[in-house]
């Protein structure tokens, strides 16, 4: 039986920078400013280790944990919500309607005090929505991500955090609405 061929981390973000070449210098997204090729003692290559810069602030993850669970408050959570909605529809609309490929909370950083996101783990970033388990598009893809919490935090206040994160994305776009986006 043969096996499918997986690109790796590294081919897939080649792929993306050929894309667009503008791509390593966007500070919205963690992407390689530097691959290296690692090879082993008789020359074969056995890994790539793959340099970027570090994405400030926590996780979504971290500010829906520390909002809901830890005291924090959940009106401000749901206004991230809303900016981060904003945000993504201005990578879309920059990029071209790219795919984030797995747009979950977990690969969403927010820097509470700068009040930007960054976006990791890009490596399928495009145009292809099979990358998302399920064929999701970004946004159907968070809100499934969100849903899934609902178990922990509640569906009344994951509901919320929905409805401020579309609210977010489908305002009308304004040009300078402070999105770190440099391309």
């Avoid at 924090?72 to 919500?81: E, I, K, Q």
């Avoid at 790219?98 to 700068?114: L, P, V």
Wanted: with cysteine.
């Amino acid at each position: 039986m043969a096996h499918m061929y997986r690109a790796t981390d590294a081919e897939r973000y080649e792929k993306v920078q050929n894309a667009c070449p503008h791509i390593v210098k966007e500070y919205s997204m963690t992407f390689p400013f530097k691959i290296f090729k690692l090879k082993g003692p008789c020359g074969e290559r056995i890994k790539d280790l793959i340099v970027m810069r570090k994405a400030p602030g926590q996780q979504l993850t971290y500010q829906m944990y520390q909002s809901i669970k830890l005291g924090g408050s959940v009106p401000a959570l749901l206004d991230v919500m809303k900016e981060f909605g904003k945000f993504l529809k201005t990578i879309h609309r920059v990029y071209q309607d790219m795919q984030h490929g797995d747009c979950t909370a977990s690969n969403i950083f927010y820097d509470e005090s700068s009040g930007q996101f960054t976006l990791v783990d890009v490596a399928d970033f495009g145009w292809d929505l099979k990358m998302a388990q399920g064929g999701d598009n970004d946004v159907e893809h968070f809100v499934a991500g969100l849903k899934f919490f609902s178990q922990h935090y509640g569906e009344i206040t994951m509901g919320d955090c929905e409805r401020y994160f579309r609210a977010g994305y489908n305002a009308p776009a304004v040009e300078d609405q402070g999105a770190v986006v440099t391309h």
